[in-house]
């Protein structure tokens, strides 16, 4: 998504609406990649997978100590 559009022609208000728009897009394209990566985490875990512990740490970093 192209976010760099030339907003000096817009009032402030459709200027705030396209932000409020584009903000929403960028939360929803967010979350999609969160639970992407959670699904993965739970299909590796499900199946034993040796690589569990890899990705886990590349998703939740915050759960070990540096």
Partial sequence: MNDTINLGCFTDIQKSI????????????LESKVNDAFEEVV?????????FLIRFKVVYPEFFIS
Avoid at 18 to 29: A, C, F, H, T
């Fill in 43 to 51: 299909i590796l875990a499900k199946n034993n997978s040796p690589e």
């Fill in 18 to 29: 396209y932000e409020r728009i584009l903000s929403d897009v960028k939360i929803k394209e």
